[in-house]
DNA sequence: AGAACGACTTGCATCGTTGTAAACCCTGCC
DNA sequence: GGCAGGGTTTACAACGATGCAAGTCGTTCT
């Protein structure tokens, strides 16, 4: 910088302004500015910026599992949405392991970001509540906790209406995947899908069946081949699969097709989150849907509105999700539903 | 740093020591240093260390659409390398931009990265060629390139092998879809892959049909999906279709059942990059597989030790792929080929 | 014409860490 | 007991950018 300033004939706080767009530089000096930044080809170092401003201009995003298409397609929004800010992201994955998740919440400048948008799965309240100075964090998804941001879809809500829907259609006797078993109760997100689907069963006077539910396997599809596959073995009968994300329900898809078991004349099959693969595997998939990109922005605005105030009280936002009917469940659309959690 | 020198009866610097882990430091003091650390749960700016040591312990991945299956596999690898070596991951997104992606080789430093890795579209040669200071970069894919170091798979030989295999399974008539129409020959990828395909041809004494050669689409499902539907519509005959990625092969796969036309009966269908969904789509989808943590690894190496040696000459790193045999085109698997790139 | 004013520019100090070189302290030896 | 020698620790400066307050200059007003 002192060498542009040199080149340009001016002093390097002056170079400074132009570069920050601080008001009061005249239009000649600017254009002299410039000609030297173009001329060295010189690059603001962002390390220097950062530790005078203690900005990085960094936010991070933390998901569970990177490879998943739910993760893929919330990365590209965020980096998106980050992109039209001015904004570079870190990308972490947690692996759904507690420790990484208290660390990256609870050290965030050790990591060289100014905020974090975490996919939490079994970080527990206390840990949060038990953060002396938590940084900037916004939590996605079905988290019990009230002391930091978070953005969710109202996944009991969103499950009892799919269970509706499957009883609609004929099911009677409904496989679950996902149900999280020996972990059930210790993340939020398996057990409010359980909850609701409980409570549709209920509504619907229909008892669950234990044999019907496997919930110890991985969130992905090769998860919900295996779970498919368990509760093929155990030589049940059972007209619907309900699994609680789409990367279980492909697997579930992906094994009924190889045993011959017709979607949806013989057994109808949900999933959730609708990401794009939903629209085309065959038959298409019936499941939960919601925009994932207002999910995102509004991670992002709460973010960004705690960056610049960090005594807002905490809040959390409701995305509005929708049962999107499709082959799997041989039905047609249905609109929107309004968003059940009265937030 | 110094309220923990203040804290534990020692220098700054000595803090300092102990936290780079610098060798020197009698047990005694180290012990008092930590638990000075621990006490005030002190945490280092990384943007000091940054500026002090011009390196910022980041490097970047970019990639051209962040939302498809290989993008999530491939930053997935790139993160845990990075991980384990205590690096941390920036994910940019190009868009195919080359504005982007010229930015991206050009300016690495304004991004905060110590170095890149990129998966380039439409990066030409001439511009790596013109950029003075290249950063660390590795490009992945392929690239007609010989000034920056690159990871690539050998296309032209496993669209080749692929076609082949299509010809010994019968097919005489194979759409194309992929191919990159408008712009062929600006892009590497599509163009090696067609020239593989179009000999194979050759070597079977088939002559292509540029009416079943779809380019101008997207490189994703709805892309494929869009292609196979234009093919379809145009009316014409054909008995299998080689997509040039697995998101491509699997939109086309929809297509295709949708309109009641079956895999592998009446028509073949292979893809390209044995993403995680190739297995479980229905049926399978027999593709062109490489180990896509070998392939990051290389690159993450190359990019590695190019940090520590910048005066390395540019090297070329070719993965091994193999013709990967399922469902979609009703034969059984065949072994690892060599790579046949020579290098 | 002189003073007050505003617009622009500058010098200096500072952010937190670490490389360098010099100071320190202890041990072992003459 | 004093000194060489090493292993530890320290003081200082620097990395590059920017907030602040003080400076410079050219206007405008009386």
Redo the contacts with the bound molecule.
Sequence with gaps: ??D??AVA?????????V??G?????????QRVEAAIAELD????????G????RAGVIGVALPDLSTAFSASLSQTVVRQAHSRGIAVQIEETAADPRREFDLVSRARAHHIDGLILNPVSLEDSVVEHVEHLPPVVLIGEVEQHRVDRVFIDSETASYQMTEHLISRGARRIAVIGASGSSRGRHATPTLRYQGHHAALKAAQLSPDPRLEVGDVPWTMAGGARGMQRILAAGETFDAVAAFTDSLAMGALHVLSQRGIRVPEDVLVTGFDDVEHAQFTNPPLTTISFDHADYVTAAFDLLSSRLDDRSLPPRAVCIPHQVVTRGSTGATPTGWSACGCGA
Aim: charged share 15%; aromatic share 2%.
């Design positions: 910088m002192k542009v300033a004939g001016v002093s390097p706080k002056t170079v400074s302004n570069l920050t601080a008001a009061g530089v005249r239009p000649a000096t600017r010189f690059v603001p170092n962002l390390s220097a910026r530790l005078r401003s203690g």
